[in-house]
């Protein structure tokens, strides 16, 4: 190359011609300063890889379509219930506020929070839904601009009773409404006897609502026992599971934990269930306690016995790389063994 380069130079100069500077070669060669465009050969470009290399690219974590993979908060309003529905209701309101203004995007109350627990107080304080209480829960949603998981309350419908739940959306929509699908009928000889079936009916839908967040899953106190109802739900791509429940001094301290851990594991999900404040002197003792389980099985946090509001971050991305790390969905044996709804 070089020697061509001086027979050129040699021949420019019998010509009388300027010949080109070594410099100004050497750039005509790089294609730099000083080159012919139309002689100018691209480069190979270099792309560099931006984060560390790695021998394998890691998994992305999967999230239902257009959920951002945040942490977001939720409030457990743990309400002391007495017989007075106006009260109930009122406080419920005022401490939904107080969890709005600590940043909760999603409330719960607990099982019968406008209403004492029992089957002679169900027909008494039974309502339409929409009625007074609801309706009280859709107007506090929309001027919080939150999610509100009306815990339960009696309601009637065509002569019959159930135990609802009713969800408000940030517009004060409701969202939806879940009755209680698996009734309390219970005889532990010596420690408790009850039967919900004497003045409630049960449900017959599946519950679940959408948020920014996660998809949410609703049950009612007995339906945590019932682990095929929260398989289902993650089959459904929720990740928060909800249940407002009123355990007792029997079962309380003897599952009500358990319960919570196990379909939190089972399922790779977030477990909340909110309780009302114990009373020692009502006619049914709730075992209080309201908890947040991760989908790694921790207890996040846990109320004591009183009235009050407990919160949790649930962090989503977390819940990503639980998944990741344990893949029991894409390993369930389908040829063995399926869990099916048997409606919509």
């Known amino acids: 190359m070089l020697h061509k380069q001086r027979a050129i130079n040699r021949c420019l100069r019998r010509a009388g011609k300027k010949t080109p500077s070594p410099r100004s070669q050497r750039a005509r060669r790089r294609g730099g300063a000083g080159a012919d465009p139309r002689t100018l050969r691209p480069r190979p470009s270099r792309r560099r890889r931006?984060?560390?290399?790695?021998?394998?690219?890691?998994?992305?974590?999967?999230?239902?379509p257009g959920r951002a993979m945040a942490a977001f908060r939720l409030a457990l309003i743990q309400l002391h219930v007495s017989s007075v529905k106006s009260d109930n209701l009122a406080r419920a309101c005022g401490r939904i506020w107080e969890a709005a203004k600590q940043g909760a995007k999603i409330v719960s109350l607990p099982e019968c929070f406008n209403s004492p627990y029992g089957t002679k107080y169900f027909p008494e304080y039974a309502e339409k839904i929409p009625g007074d209480?609801?309706?009280?829960?859709?107007?506090?949603?929309?001027?919080?601009?939150?999610?509100?998981?009306?815990?339960?309350?009696?309601?009637?419908?065509?002569?019959?009773?159930?135990?609802?739940?009713?969800?408000?959306?940030?517009?004060?929509?409701?969202?939806?409404?879940?009755?209680?699908?698996?009734?309390?009928?219970?005889?532990?000889?010596g420690k408790i006897t009850f039967q919900e079936s004497k003045t409630l009916s049960p449900g017959d839908s599946f519950s679940t609502f959408d948020t920014p967040y996660c998809r949410v899953g609703l049950g009612i106190c007995y339906d945590i026992r019932f682990a095929e109802l929260a398989q289902i739900y993650a089959q459904?791509?929720?990740?928060?599971?909800?249940?407002?429940?009123?355990?007792?001094?029997?079962?309380?301290?003897?599952?009500?934990?358990?319960?919570?851990?196990?379909?939190?594991?089972?399922?790779?999900?977030?477990?909340?269930?909110?309780?009302?404040?114990?009373?020692?002197k009502a006619s049914y003792v709730a075992w209080g306690h309201s908890t947040v389980v991760s989908p790694w099985?921790?207890?996040?946090?846990?109320?004591?016995?009183?009235?009050?509001?407990?919160?949790?971050?649930?962090?989503?991305?977390?819940?990503?790389?639980?998944?990741?790390?344990?893949?029991?969905?894409?390993?369930?044996?389908?040829?063995?063994?399926?869990?099916?709804?048997?409606?919509p």
Request: charged letters at 25%.
């Open 50 to 64: 931006s984060g560390p290399q790695t021998s394998a690219q890691a998994p992305v974590p999967v999230v239902l």
């Open 133 to 189: 209480s609801t309706q009280k829960l859709s107007e506090v949603a929309k001027e919080c601009g939150i999610y509100v998981i009306g815990g339960s309350i009696p309601e009637e419908d065509a002569g019959k009773l159930y135990n609802t739940c009713a969800v408000f959306g940030p517009d004060g929509t409701l969202l939806v409404k879940h009755r209680k699908l698996h009734l309390f009928d219970i005889d532990v000889p």
């Open 236 to 280: 459904r791509g929720c990740q928060l599971l909800v249940y407002p429940a009123a355990f007792n001094l029997t079962t309380g301290p003897a599952h009500w934990e358990l319960l919570q851990r196990g379909r939190a594991v089972d399922n790779q999900v977030y477990v909340a269930t909110a309780s009302p404040a114990r009373d020692d």
């Open 297 to 343: 099985g921790e207890v996040l946090v846990k109320a004591g016995t009183e009235e009050m509001i407990v919160y949790s971050d649930i962090d989503l991305k977390k819940l990503a790389e639980i998944r990741q790390q344990i893949p029991i969905f894409s390993q369930k044996r389908s040829d063995l063994y399926a869990v099916e709804a048997k409606k």
